[in-house]
């Protein structure tokens, strides 16, 4: 039993820069097209959450499911915590098990690549959830702040159900000084283009032909091909050269999106999944310090889970590209990446949160875990032990409401309260089934929000200090990331 990838999601952020603007700022640089943006309030623990949320709604759906994942694999060349384990993180957001094991392969954009083919390596005995999520920002006015872009996407690996099965795969390695950032900088470093341009081609063609050769196909039989590396020029020439027929090759999204560096691969790999029919043969060559390449065969499996995306309302990649904002101002988006410095909100800056007390309460504050009481039904939040409408005390059951929508009774503008990108709008939210929650609001303007507007619940950074990232839970409107603050 091979196994291979039985559910998938994808997270693009709801902001787009439109790339004309920095040019309009800064009198050079730009271009066209548009970019994705992180949020203030998001990072790449964060977009691989609210990726693995899309991948493990459809699991549940897969006919036959391959199980809960046993293994958590994250990987980003950012990660928010060094000394620290991020994807503890991921995996306590996501309400996974204490048995399912949760690991960091970060460093460099390949381990993106390798994060993917691990998982796929253990499908045929173990169910791995591999999450990949990169943020990446650049020299103001540089190519790399132009063409990057933020995202994450998550695969589920497993050994029955597979919609796309694993049957080839080739790599080569060379060292050689291409791109580099060492630990404490926030830009990578380039060297010239056509060195890089020498060096990859000749090792794309070679892990590409060792992997048509692993598994057992010609150029002629590949049916889609994802081409992706963060050297455009280098993946370029790499994909025209390829062999494969006319139309194979895969949108590289890079006029919408930007390059998602370490995630472009896989977000890549997903867009193609959701367009591509059952037996058809799908390639993926990625560009990063080598090349990896590897084929996979769809599954007749692969309508059914198309069918069970649509019916989950979990977004395509397509859906996500459509559904951008993208007048966000040049200026906000170089505020929140920290590279332009504004006045702060007047209220003192945020203290660290106590390991103690979160450790205490990690159900409610990172699953979002609230107690329903047995007795006369009335939902908690946060959850607690004595029922509040007829005190029976010690008879309540957990519920995780982090996929429960729900509507906006009420809501506040502050203009005071301490936030990385002011002000803070709070909302009070009634959730479907019972529950009643104040909470901050993002990927909302406040001119646009209303009494009664649909919302649900997203991951996200709520501030940092002293080192320590402060997650929990904001509502954004339901209709997908929508409207959110500039500040």
């Known amino acids: 039993m091979s196994g291979g990838i039985v559910a998938w999601g994808t997270y693009l952020p709801y902001w787009r820069l439109q790339r004309p603007a920095i040019a309009g700022l800064l009198g050079s640089g730009g271009g066209k097209g548009t970019r994705t943006v992180a949020s203030y309030d998001e990072d790449t623990t964060t977009l691989g959450v609210e990726a693995g949320r899309r991948a493990l709604a459809l699991l549940d759906r897969a006919v036959p499911g391959p199980g809960a994942p046993t293994d958590l694999l994250f990987s980003t060349p950012l990660p928010g915590y060094l000394d620290k384990t991020s994807a503890t993180t991921v995996h306590a957001a996501l309400g996974l098990g204490r048995a399912c094991g949760a690991y960091d392969l970060a460093g460099s954009p390949r381990s993106g690549v390798a994060t993917l083919v691990q998982a796929l390596a253990g499908a045929g005995s173990r169910t791995t959830l591999a999450v990949i999520a990169d943020l990446r920002t650049g020299l103001a006015g540089s190519a790399e702040e132009r063409d990057s872009g933020d995202g994450a996407v998550a695969f589920v690996c497993g050994p029955e159900g597979a919609v796309a099965e694993l049957i080839g795969r080739g790599a080569v390695s060379e060292e050689f000084l291409d791109r580099w950032r060492v630990p404490g900088e926030d830009d990578s470093r380039v060297w010239e283009e056509r060195f890089g341009e020498e060096i990859y ?38 994909a025209a050269g390829l062999g ?33 029919e059952p037996g058809q043969v799908v390639a993926v060559l990625s560009l990063a310090d080598g090349a990896d390449a590897f084929i996979l065969r769809t599954t007749d499996a692969l309508v059914a889970a198309r069918q069970a995306r649509s019916v989950a309302g979990v977004p395509t990649v397509a859906q996500q590209v459509a559904a951008g904002r ?137 501030w940092s200090a002293q080192g320590v990232h402060n997650y929990f839970w904001k509502a954004r409107p339901l209709s997908g990331p929508a409207q959110a603050s500039e500040g």
């Open 326 to 462: 993208d007048d966000l101002a040049y200026a906000t988006f170089l505020t929140w990446r920290g590279r332009l410095r504004r006045e702060p909100p007047r209220r003192p800056d945020p203290e660290r949160p106590g390991a103690p007390i979160v450790h205490r309460s990690d159900a409610w504050k990172y699953a979002f875990e609230a107690s329903r009481c047995l007795a006369c039904g009335f939902r908690h939040m946060p959850p607690t032990r004595t029922c509040l409408s007829c005190h029976a005390i010690d008879q309540m059951q957990s519920e995780r409401l982090a996929d429960t929508p729900g509507t906006v009774a009420t809501f506040t503008i502050d203009h005071l309260a301490y936030s990385p990108s002011p002000p803070v709008v709070g909302v009070i939210v009634d959730f479907d089934g019972g529950g009643r929650y104040r909470c901050e609001a993002t990927d909302v303007r406040a001119s646009e929000l209303s009494v009664g507007d649909r919302v649900e619940m997203t991951f996200r950074r709520i």
């Open 201 to 238: 081609v000749p090792l794309a063609r070679e892990a590409f032909a060792a992997a048509l050769k692993d598994a057992g196909v010609i150029e002629s039989e590949v049916d889609h091909a994802v081409v992706t590396g963060l050297h455009v020029r280098a993946t370029r020439v790499a």
């Open 244 to 276: 494969v027929r006319d139309g194979v090759l895969a949108p590289d999204l890079l006029a919408s999106v930007g390059n998602l560096g370490a995630a472009h691969a896989g977000l890549a790999l997903a867009d193609v999944l959701e367009r591509a």
